[in-house]
């Protein structure tokens, strides 16, 4: 074969390989790092059945360059209370930042699917995860958060660790208004999904020209 033609297809293999990967998977905002020596747990959950009250939770994060699409949000838990890995369901609270407390009522807001997680760990550490997501955030600040519907029991409930970096604003709390109960903190959270990646316009003639 010609050369000339095998290389220029290759090159169309390789351009067609650039389309097909135009998005990859990211961790997109990350402070899973948690503040094990912080003097305070973060109170996020909605009561249901026996006991406990209710708290909503958000965390201030910032979407920088390209727009953020979002298929997942994990929060990180205490784990003394087992009966959590029975969730199945939560609020997904994502606003628009317009101030330094958000405004918004989140017992309003969609319900998704959870799961909660009890790995082993000397801290008691265990996962909250909202998952198959698909937000796009365009560059902006924004309030994040998810919130289990759980049941308190014998142990109680289990609250949210803070992070171990505060990053903007603190996490703002709701019981029937919003607060500011944890200053100098935010909750553990990380944030995937995929970002787009740059690909180069080339056109059929300006491929060929590289051969001729």
Same mark, same amino acid.
């Given at each position: 074969?010609?050369?000339?033609?095998?290389?220029?297809?290759?090159?169309?293999?390789?351009?067609?390989?650039?389309?097909?990967?135009?998005?990859?998977?990211?961790v997109l905002w990350d402070q899973s790092a948690i503040?094990?020596?912080?003097?305070?747990?973060?109170?996020?959950?909605?009561?249901?059945?026996?006991?406990?009250?209710?708290?909503?939770?958000?965390?201030?994060?910032?979407?920088?360059?390209?727009?953020?699409?979002?298929?997942?949000?994990?929060?990180?838990?205490?784990?003394?209370?087992?009966?959590?890995?029975?969730?199945?369901?939560?609020?997904?609270?994502?606003?628009?930042?317009?101030?330094?407390?958000? %405004?918004?009522?989140?017992?309003?807001?969609?319900?998704?699917?959870?799961?909660?997680?009890?790995?082993?760990?000397?801290?008691?550490?265990?996962?909250?995860?909202?998952?198959?997501?698909?937000?796009?955030?365009?560059?902006?600040?924004?309030?994040?958060?998810? %919130?289990?519907?759980?049941?308190?029991?014998?142990?109680?409930?289990?609250?949210?660790?803070?992070?171990?970096?505060?990053?903007?604003?603190?996490?703002?709390?709701?019981?029937?208004?919003?607060?500011?109960?944890?200053?100098?903190?935010?909750?553990?959270?990380?944030v995937e999904g995929d970002l787009p990646t740059p690909?180069?316009?080339?056109?059929?003639?300006?491929?060929?020209?590289?051969?001729?």
């Open positions: 074969m010609n050369l000339k033609y095998t290389k220029m297809a290759a090159l169309m293999c390789a351009l067609l390989l650039t389309v097909a990967t135009a998005a990859q998977s990211a503040g094990y020596a912080a003097p305070v747990s973060i109170a996020n959950w909605k009561a249901s059945g026996f006991g406990g009250g209710t708290n909503h939770s958000v965390n201030d994060v910032t979407v920088t360059g390209s727009p953020w699409h979002v298929t997942s949000i994990t929060e990180y838990y205490a784990s003394l209370n087992t009966a959590w890995t029975s969730i199945t369901q939560g609020y997904l609270h994502v606003w628009p930042k317009t101030g330094p407390m958000p %405004t918004q009522n989140p017992t309003t807001d969609p319900l998704v699917s959870m799961s909660f997680v009890i790995t082993p760990d000397p801290n008691g550490v265990a996962t909250l995860t909202a998952s198959g997501l698909n937000l796009t955030l365009p560059p902006g600040d924004y309030w994040i958060g998810i %919130t289990p519907i759980a049941t308190a029991g014998i142990n109680g409930v289990n609250n949210q660790w803070p992070a171990a970096t505060l990053i903007g604003d603190p996490v703002a709390t709701f019981d029937t208004a919003w607060h500011n109960f944890y200053g100098g903190y935010d909750g553990a959270m990380k690909t180069t316009n080339t056109t059929w003639g300006q491929i060929k020209a590289l051969y001729h």
